[in-house]
């Protein structure tokens, strides 16, 4: 019931894309909004213990021209 989803927050973020990835460059999961996280599934099955890469790419709400990618890491325990 504690951190089931893989999300982020921001305000006035435009154009947002999320992308999971396992170790071997596999794509799992892609959303292009903040309100729909990871649940940690891929194709309607849970995803095994393990580290993903996740790319997050978005436009800043000054300009609206600004782009901007995240990259890191997230782990699953279940």
Sequence with gaps: GINDKFEFF????KGVELNIYNRWGEHLYWTDTMTKPWDGTYNGTEVSNDVYVYILKY??????KEEFEKS????VVR
Excluded at 59 to 64: F, K, L, P
């Design 10 to 13: 921001g305000y006035g973020e």
């Design 72 to 75: 890191g890491h997230v782990t």
């Design 59 to 64: 436009t800043g709400m000054c300009t609206g």
